[in-house]
């Protein structure tokens, strides 16, 4: 992948000042190796008129690969020959964004010991990137670096342009130009960017991501009208992280219209508002309502169908008294995040012997999910179009058969006090249909009555007394003695 930064001059204020703000001589080509390849920095034109710094990263798919064990883009195990055949080569990515900030560290920084003025002085800047990636197109490459004093353009690659009936692929060649921005707050908007605008990283984001984040963006991104989408993107949607982040810039944002230091705007809350109480979001209640209903099922064993990326699969491990946890779903993506929530790769052979994460798809029957006490179906049949849901109901009750199932789905009734939600819309875009109570019971006490089970129903969240609550759980018991007599054998074995 190639980036190139240019700047114009005289003899006076020659554009070779370039040179000193880099920390590289325009004679002396450069090349720094990396964990995932090789940086060149060369000049191709270095007068006293117009300077060109090109940095060309070589990247080694195969390092790269060794380096990710399993993380990132690189090492998803739904994509094996991916791994190796990709765009990671040609495409800035996250990976030119930290070749940036490891080859032109000091010039991020804004630090040049030698000519400590030049820094602080705005330089007529053209940037330009011939392939990058751009989930949202070129109006969103506008939308990102317009407000920051960049001239935009960007240019769609054709998919081939051999056949320009195919279309635009997602790349742009990119060329941004400006005379009022220093050089450290360029690369610093770069360093941000481009993994935003290709939306993924080739590395696992952990806290420490933030202060990156935050140092990187200091000075624009608090005020910028895209902030959202940047944190959300940069810090690969970990809502978690996000948060953490939002919070911090609302600070600065804050401080800044005050014209006071961050610590005082964070410390002009009152200490004992942190001791108020916040409301517990839906999805732990929602988790804690199944871990107790399968603590009083007695269940050592549970499958967790339609597991997405492992919460509830974690919070499982934590007990000890859960003895064999598997995650089950369909979507490799979604496992192999499940994968590093749990950190399988890092975790102890005691631990690591008590969870499996397997994929198959639900509407199947399938031999490795027998012989469980529980399964959980957490927010998963209203996923599924109506006519294969019968599909679904056999696999898990006729032929997986546990003891006991769990059923959890939104309550629509309760839709109307979700004050953001528009009338008529149901939670979540992939929803294909939401009940009320009336339709959830009646659908329950059907595969009840055809599967042999019990069923009762648990509310989860707070009981509307007009519309119920917003979760609303079917807790399916088997009448099949033999079933609920090798369980009883088996807790009893294990109290022995």
């Known amino acids: 992948m190639f980036l190139?930064?240019?700047?114009?001059?005289?003899?006076?204020?020659?554009?070779?000042?370039?040179?000193?703000l880099l920390h590289k001589h325009p004679e002396s080509p450069f090349s720094a190796h990396l964990s995932y390849g090789t940086a060149h920095v060369l000049y191709p034109e270095a007068d006293a008129e117009r300077c060109t710094a090109a940095l060309l990263l070589e990247v080694d798919a195969v390092a790269l690969v060794r380096r990710g064990k399993g993380k990132g883009r690189g090492g998803a195990p739904d994509a094996a020959l991916a791994q190796y055949v990709n765009d990671r080569p040609y495409a800035a990515s996250s990976l030119l964004a930290v070749a940036l900030s490891g080859v032109f560290s000091s010039a991020m920084r804004g630090v040049c010991k030698a000519r400590p003025e030049l820094p602080g002085q705005p330089l007529p800047l053209r940037i330009e990137i011939p392939v990058l990636p751009a989930r949202g197109g070129p109006a969103l490459v506008g939308r990102l670096f317009e407000p920051l004093g960049w001239t935009v353009t960007a240019d769609p690659v054709a998919l081939d342009t051999e056949f320009p009936e195919w279309g635009d692929s997602r790349y742009v060649r990119l060329v941004l130009e400006a005379d009022t921005l220093t050089l450290a707050q360029a690369l610093r908007h770069l360093y941000v960017l481009l993994p935003v605008l290709d939306d993924a990283k080739h590395y696992w984001v952990s806290s420490d991501e933030v202060d990156k984040l935050l140092r990187a963006g200091e000075g624009w991104l608090p005020g910028h009208p895209e902030q959202k989408l940047i944190t959300s993107r940069y810090l690969t949607r970990r809502w978690s992280l996000t948060r953490q982040a939002l919070e911090r810039l609302e600070l600065v944002r804050l401080a800044e219209a005050d014209d006071s230091d961050?610590?005082?705007i964070d410390n002009a809350v009152e200490a004992d508002t942190e001791s108020?109480?916040?409301?517990?979001?839906?999805?732990?209640?929602?988790?804690?309502?199944?871990?107790?209903?399968l603590g009083a099922s007695g269940a050592a064993r549970v499958l967790d169908l339609g597991c997405g990326q492992g919460q509830l699969v974690q919070e499982l491990l934590r007990n000890p008294a859960f003895t064999e946890i598997v995650g089950v779903d369909v979507s490799m993506r979604a496992l192999t995040i499940a994968s590093r929530r749990l950190k399988l790769d890092r975790m102890g052979e005691r631990?690591?012997?008590?969870?499996?994460?397997?994929?198959?798809s639900l509407s199947y029957t399938d031999k490795r999910l027998k012989g469980y006490d529980a399964a959980v179906l957490s927010e998963v049949i209203e996923h599924l179009d109506l006519p294969r849901l019968p599909a679904l109901e056999?696999?898990?009750?006729?032929?997986a058969r546990p003891r006991t199932v769990l059923v959890t789905t939104p309550n629509v009734e309760y839709n109307v006090r979700w004050e953001s939600l528009p009338a008529g819309h149901v939670r979540h875009g992939d929803h294909r249909f939401e009940w009320t109570r009336e339709e959830f019971r009646a659908w329950a006490a059907?595969?009840?009555e055809r599967h042999g089970y019990d069923v009762e129903f648990v509310p989860v969240g707070p009981d509307d007394p007009e519309v119920g609550p917003p979760t609303q759980m079917a807790v399916f018991v088997t009448m099949d003695k033999s079933v609920t007599g090798d369980m009883k054998d088996r807790k009893e074995a294990k109290a022995a």
């Open 276 to 293: 108020e109480e916040r409301p517990t979001p839906l999805a732990v209640q929602r988790r804690d309502a199944i871990i107790t209903a």
């Open 262 to 264: 961050v610590e005082e």
């Open 446 to 448: 059907r595969v009840a």
């Open 351 to 360: 631990q690591a012997a008590r969870v499996k994460l397997l994929q198959g």
């Open 4 to 20: 190139t930064i240019s700047t114009t001059g005289d003899r006076t204020n020659p554009a070779t000042d370039l040179g000193f």
């Open 394 to 399: 056999y696999a898990v009750f006729g032929a």
